[in-house]
């Protein structure tokens, strides 16, 4: 069984610019959710969604910050306009059921420069 | 505000020792206890949990213990191996809020020969 995927691995991209991260969820899993890291500190959560619908937001910094989640399948995150404090790794998240352990991928790790 | 807290940065053990990680929160919400372990360039990996329901649970070297009254949670690791050299985290999740999980800022283990 494939695990959660994330694309790109790393992205540099120039304040200002816009840069789309991907998630693919393991599949199956209904509950979808992304977190991001920091300065090394914390990881902390951003929006969860339950199939194609968000579940919270709560998280999202601001209005810069769009989730989607189309047909309930990948997810994507944009960022638009990219700012310098949005560096950090951006983590994915799945699983089965709210309750439980959540699956991560990889990471995603923008620097904003 | 950062609701689960590990005070302890890093940690270092010799091998074949126990290795033991503290965790406070101050969310009484707080129901189902995680903990995951990250290595550099992945995304956290699960590891083990606890049901605010129960006090201890055990999964071979891993175990974990709970006192909800100190709003405290351990993990310890019998015997510590090379391989545990990895940055863990702490989560904890509540219901009412469908799950989501609050980390703490990790402790890096370091797991000398």
């Known amino acids: 069984e494939a695990g959660v995927t994330q694309f790109p691995s790393h992205s540099v991209i120039e304040k200002g610019q816009t840069v789309t991260l991907r998630c693919d969820p393991i599949s199956g899993h209904d509950n979808l959710y992304w977190y991001r890291r920091v300065m090394g500190k914390e990881i902390k959560f951003l929006l969860h969604?339950?199939?194609?619908?968000?579940?919270?937001e709560s998280g999202m910094p601001n209005n810069r910050f769009l989730a989607e989640r189309t047909g309930g399948t990948y997810s994507t995150l944009k960022v638009q306009p990219a700012e310098l404090e949005d560096s950090g790794v951006y983590f994915c998240?799945?699983?089965?059921?709210?309750?439980?352990?959540?699956?991560f991928g990889p990471g995603t790790r923008l620097t904003v420069t | 505000d950062q609701q689960v807290k590990q005070n302890s940065p890093s940690l270092s053990v010799q091998e074949g020792r126990i290795s033991i990680l503290n965790c406070d929160y101050t969310?009484?919400?707080?129901?189902?206890f995680l903990w995951y372990k990250k290595y550099p360039a992945e995304g956290p990996t699960f590891l083990i949990s606890?049901?605010?329901?129960?006090d201890k649970n055990e999964d071979g070297r891993f175990t974990v213990f709970l006192n909800k009254s100190a709003k405290h949670l351990s993990l310890h690791i019998v015997p510590s191996q090379p391989g545990d050299s990895a940055v863990y985290f702490c989560a904890a999740s509540a219901l009412s809020n469908d799950y989501k999980l609050s980390f703490g800022a990790g402790t890096t283990v370091t797991v000398r020969a």
């Open positions: 969310n009484s919400m707080f129901d189902y």
């Open positions: 998240a799945s699983s089965q059921r709210a309750y439980g352990e959540q699956y």
């Open positions: 606890i049901s605010s329901i129960k």
């Open positions: 969604f339950v199939k194609e619908s968000k579940q919270d």
